[in-house]
């Protein structure tokens, strides 16, 4: 059997990383484009300017807050007058994504800087290309991972923990949807089933976040780096993110796409609607009752949803419930990857039951 992994090409991580990036960057030229958030530029632009300065000249442009096509075309003028030979991405998922889709256009290496550890996003080659009004658009595949993908963990412990908590969130997903891809000999996001070294490292992302994430979550509310908050880092990070390109994605995230459908949720982030999606997963694949109690204690432990009032659906009608049941389940999906027949009632049972024994939990 033919398989394939992909991976970023260079992963660094650790406390004031920041002052490695002009060393880093210098790896790929000498002249580059910073494309920073207004987070980023307000409050960490001088640290870039810094560590960049002697080692590569470095333009430092403000994100104008969308991925979008117009906003690609902004930054193509300008870089197609100062000609860099790198371009770098610091802040949010949507200027990451933007950074991305730039490199890609103008076919030179791209260097990742993420400044909040809520999504496996920073190492993927993928952009989600939305309107200028920030409704979505397309999915852009790269033809690569990042170059480089630069961690400051300091960075990420002064974000709020929810954040934190919610990357713990899309990170439980990696394991579960990882291993019923390789039941099912399913594809990952190259097209291919994964290597045995996938799975394996969504397995111990999984173990990671088991064993650190309450001493991390302690930490990263105290706004400190600790070795726990290190391992949650990286697992939230770099192995959730080989975990579910190179693993396989299922009925967590698909379930999660169905929750899109219903307004009541969009206040709620990626991971915290991926983590009942986990919870719902684990019911539709009769999972064994440790496993199940494993979950659901890691997720009360960290202040993860376990019920459907957790992001917004204290009473949703069993009707809603079903339309967005009937969006995960919609062909190409990827929870039919799972390795079992799934519609759209099995799915709404399954987000029941979750719920039912998410208040359960609660009230004992």
């Not at 307000?42 to 807050?65: K, T, Y």
């Not at 996001?189 to 991390?216: K, V």
């Not at 494993?294 to 079903?322: K, R």
Request: hydrophobic share 45%.
């Amino acid at each position: 059997m033919l398989t394939t992994a992909i991976f970023p090409s260079r992963y660094v991580q650790g406390r004031n990383a920041l002052e490695q990036l002009g060393s880093e960057l210098a790896r790929f030229g000498s002249t580059a484009l910073a494309l920073l958030d207004p987070f980023a530029d307000d409050h960490l632009g001088a640290v870039v300017a810094s560590a960049c300065a002697g080692q590569i000249d470095c333009q430092r442009v403000r994100f104008a807050g969308e991925c979008c096509d117009e906003e690609i075309a902004r930054l193509l003028t300008m870089a197609c007058e100062s000609k860099p030979q790198v371009v770098l991405g610091m802040g949010g998922g949507k200027a990451l994504d933007t950074a991305k889709a730039l490199a890609y256009e103008l076919g030179v290496p791209v260097a990742i800087v993420p400044t909040l550890a809520s999504s496996d996003a920073p190492c993927s080659a993928l952009s989600v290309i939305y309107t200028a009004s920030g409704e979505f658009k397309r999915y852009l595949v790269l033809p690569r991972n990042p170059d480089l993908v630069l961690v400051d963990s300091q960075v990420i412990a002064q974000a709020p923990a929810r954040f934190l908590v919610s990357g713990m969130g899309d990170a439980l997903a990696t394991w579960f949807e990882a291993e019923d891809c390789r039941i099912r000999g399913a594809a990952n996001m190259t097209g291919r089933p994964g290597p045995r070294t996938a799975h394996a490292l969504a397995r111990f992302c999984y173990d990671t976040l088991l064993q650190y994430g309450p001493l991390a979550l302690q930490a990263c509310r105290q706004q400190v780096v600790t070795p726990a908050l290190e391992h949650v880092i990286e697992a939230n990070t770099l192995l959730s993110g080989l975990g579910f390109e190179s693993g396989g994605l299922a009925a967590a995230h698909a379930i999660h796409n169905g929750f899109t459908a219903l307004p009541e949720t969009h206040h709620y982030w990626h991971g915290e609607k991926v983590a009942f999606g986990v919870l719902s997963m684990l019911m539709l694949r009769d999972s064994e009752p440790a496993l199940i109690d494993e979950v659901y204690d890691f997720c009360i432990a960290i202040g993860l949803p376990v019920t459907l009032a957790d992001i917004g659906l204290q009473d949703v009608s069993d009707e809603a419930l079903l339309r967005a049941a009937e969006l995960a389940c919609a062909p190409g999906e990827s929870i039919h990857n799972e390795p079992f027949p799934v519609d759209a009632r099995s799915v709404l049972a399954a987000m029941r039951t979750a719920d039912a024994e998410g208040r359960r939990r609660k009230v004992a």
